[in-house]
């Protein structure tokens, strides 16, 4: 549904920040000014209701139990001796699955994004993965995404490893994306870092437009599409 728009004529003196706040207009796009009888008038082009929205944990939780947007779902943040992870107010702690690929440069390659060696990585599975001092990990997430055709998230890592020094990227999930997460750790300090498995890692945070996007990732075949398991660079 597209937001609705008004214009809002208001004498110049009127026009204060105190004035906008008490009178609880919404968010201000433009200001146009024009002139009658002497006096200048403001023509105030605001915006009734917000284009992009941050979804709560009601919507997340409905779209996850009802259209299995996040499989599996935690409806509640689990937190009891384990790094948090599931359903937050406004996003989603995901979990690291117990399968990683651990950075070498033992074979001292080039890292080439369009040609990039998987002899660089070596395998690991277990409870505890130990991240070199200034390297990096590849994982993937315990949850499966289902992401709706009017929706894109955000992935920032969770503040218990930030503090560590240890960095979690992740790129936008885009609309109709499907498939686990590939997750980048990356150790920045000096020393060896510990990543637990199956406990939570970074909080996804939804974004709902008011419009579809016209070219879906499902529709232009994005390479990434329901990736299974860690998947490396592709061109």
């Not at 200001?31 to 929205?53: L, N, P, Q, Y």
């Not at 930030?162 to 990227?169: F, P, Q």
Request: net charge neutral; charged share 25%; hydrophobic share 40%.
């Amino acid at each position: 549904m597209a937001p609705s728009r008004a214009w809002h004529s208001i004498w110049l003196p009127e026009l204060t920040g105190d004035l906008f706040w008490r009178a609880g207009l919404p968010l201000l796009l433009f200001v146009a000014v024009s002139r009658r009888d002497g006096r200048a008038t403001a023509h105030v082009f605001i915006s009734k209701e917000d284009e992009m929205s941050v979804k709560s944990d009601r919507w997340i939780r409905k779209m996850s139990l009802e259209h299995g947007m996040i499989e599996p779902f935690e409806g509640a943040q689990r937190r009891d001796g384990v790094i948090s992870y599931g359903v937050s107010s406004y996003g989603y702690d995901i979990r690291v699955a117990d399968e990683f690929r651990i950075f070498t440069n033992v074979n001292s390659t080039t890292v080439d994004p369009k040609h990039f060696d998987a002899k660089s990585f070596v395998e690991f599975k277990g409870d505890v993965c130990i991240v070199p001092p200034n390297s990096f990990a590849l994982a993937r997430s315990v949850e499966y995404f289902r992401i709706p055709r009017n929706v894109l998230t955000l992935c920032v890592g969770k503040s218990t490893y930030a503090r560590c020094g240890i960095i979690v990227n992740v790129t936008p999930f885009e609309p109709e994306w499907e498939g686990f997460v590939t997750l980048e750790i990356s150790n920045t300090t000096p020393l060896p870092a510990k990543i637990y498995a199956n406990e939570g890692l970074c909080q996804v945070v939804f974004f709902e437009s008011d419009e579809q996007c016209e070219v879906s990732y499902k529709d232009k075949k994005g390479k990434y599409q329901s990736q299974q398991g860690i998947v490396l660079p592709k061109i």
